[in-house]
């Protein structure tokens, strides 16, 4: 198992000389608004609405209501573990100190592969629509298509490496955009449903589709925990994060719960199933001749998707560095102190990923499959989470005595836990047995040998010497604990 030492290091967690601790930038009106736009409304309708169409039709929004609510009550568990635990690991650091290192080192694979797999289905629509956007009539070869999501990518890359102030302020005008155009076509959509409106059919519920759907809609309902993968990040990192996490889940219900029933309800199923493009299928029904006025915004909140998923990712990954869970290479921060080696690593590999993927046609339908399944690696990751919470919640107050946790005050919040883990564990098991039907024959075995490989991971890692860096003490006392790997689970160390 490696050796094990206890050295316990404090040291100031906005030293401008340490290399280990991230700037303090982000208050609530920024932690919202990255939280909010993380989610990205519009483009998560974009990109999943054509396949939820196909495959559940009106069942649709049943099977995002069906994971909505675990999704909801892992808003107020993140922001629970975000005042006892605050971290950029987030999750990973949590069920390391709930649970213990042996699940942690697992969870941060399940965490990796969920990140990592949602870029590329973010970058590639982004050169798309760019392209949709300026030459819609133009048939793009391969060679385009990879420059204008290199573009993309480079773009998303200078907010996060010039530091956390301009990654908001680029957050906070994008979703300005987006706001703006959601309540504008919120209201045209009201205004034209007299005129256009499709009968509404929901037909014999197709069960496998309705369960598939209740998968993928996790890609569309994640996003908000961004906030608690910046809570170094934050002045008051035990006070606001988990606060626009909130907001950001209650948010994106709101959104979908008046975007798709509009959706549905103005444009004829058999236009959306399988559309790469719904919402341009729709605002064409909206206002003809003028799908631009859809795309402009599309594109903004794929782009802000795009660099927020890098930047959850990064933060895990920094986290994983500085403890030597992975190499400590990535936990090396720049001038403006921010991971440049996690950024840059993450994103030069997805890059890689694409390129194969709109080249290599061997391969491709490969990548197709694994990528189209990145929303059963964010419900997996979540999962964990609600575990890490019911034992956080049920035997806290007795292993982590230090925390000052009053079981008596969290019941509710500890059924709550329990039942999303009971639902989201349940829609797991369901996606092996309905998901080679509805997404291709194969992905039930591609995700079984990447989970089997998350346990290599564990095993692999188990051999490394750890340290673990964690907030002590109240927002006014920033302290970071730097501990060697000994100890239980909650001790320095664990």
């Known amino acids: 198992m490696g050796r094990r030492e206890t050295r316990t290091v404090t040291t100031a967690a906005d030293h401008p000389g340490t290399d280990r601790t991230l ?4 208050g609530l009106r920024e932690l919202i608004p990255l939280s909010v736009s993380s989610v990205g409304p519009m483009f998560s309708v974009a990109a999943t609405g054509g396949v939820m169409a196909a495959d559940a039709g009106w069942w649709t929004l049943p099977a995002i209501a069906v994971l909505a609510v675990p999704f909801i009550v892992s ?42 797999l949602s870029i590329p289905p973010i970058a590639i629509p982004a050169g798309s629509y760019t392209l949709a956007l300026i030459a819609p009539r133009y048939h ?31 957050t906070q005008f994008f979703f300005a955009v987006e706001m703006l155009a959601l309540g504008t076509f919120g209201v045209i959509g009201l205004v034209r449903l007299p005129a256009i409106g499709v009968p509404v059919h929901f037909g014999r519920p197709p069960i496998g589709g309705i ?46 719960a008046i975007l798709y029933p509009l959706m549905l309800g103005e444009t004829p199923l058999r236009s959306l199933s399988g559309s790469v493009d719904p ?22 909140s794929t782009a802000g998707g795009l660099w927020l998923t890098s930047f959850i990712l990064t933060r895990a990954l920094f986290a994983m560095g500085r403890e030597g869970l992975i190499p400590r290479a990535f936990g090396r921060l720049n001038r403006q102190r921010v991971p440049w080696v996690a950024i840059v690593a993450s994103l030069a590999t997805a890059t890689l990923v694409v390129t194969v993927q709109l080249f290599d046609r061997s391969l491709s339908a490969f990548f197709e499959l694994v990528l189209s399944g990145a929303g059963f690696f964010l419900l997996a990751e979540f999962f964990l989470d609600s575990l890490t919470a019911t034992v ?30 009971v639902v989201m564990g349940a829609l797991l098991v369901a996606f092996f047995v309905y998901g080679p039907e509805a997404i291709g024959s194969g992905v039930d075995v591609s995700f079984a040998v990447l989970l089997a490989l998350g346990l290599v991971f564990a095993w692999v890692t188990s051999r490394r010497r750890l340290t673990t860096h964690h907030i002590v003490g109240p927002d006014q006392v920033p302290a970071v604990v730097a501990a060697g790997s000994a100890g239980a689970p909650g001790a320095p160390g664990s």
């Open 75 to 116: 808003s107020f568990v993140f922001r629970l573990l975000n005042r006892h635990f605050p971290h950029s690991g987030a999750s990973y650091h949590w069920s390391a100190r709930v649970i213990g290192r042996s699940v942690s080192r697992y969870q941060a694979w399940i965490l990796i592969l969920a990140y990592f």
């Open 392 to 421: 956080f919640l049920s035997t806290g107050h007795r292993r982590l005595p230090d925390v000052g946790l009053q079981p008596h005050s969290h019941r509710l919040l500890l059924v709550a836990s329990v039942f999303s883990s």
């Open 279 to 300: 919402l341009a299928t729709w605002a064409h029904r909206l206002v003809p001749g003028a799908e631009w006025t859809m795309l402009v915004p599309v594109l903004l």
């Open 23 to 26: 700037r303090r930038a982000f």
């Open 140 to 170: 793009a070869p391969a060679v385009v298509s990879l420059a204008m999501t290199c573009f993309w990518v480079v773009f998303a890359a200078i907010p996060l490496l010039l530091g956390s102030r301009p990654t908001a302020r680029v």
């Open 211 to 256: 369960l598939v759907v209740a998968v993928i809609a996790a890609t569309i309902l994640d996003g908000w925990e961004i906030d608690s993968y910046a809570a170094e990040e934050s002045v008051r990192p035990r006070s606001d994060p988990g606060i626009g996490g909130i907001i950001g889940a209650f948010g994106a219900l709101v959104f979908y």
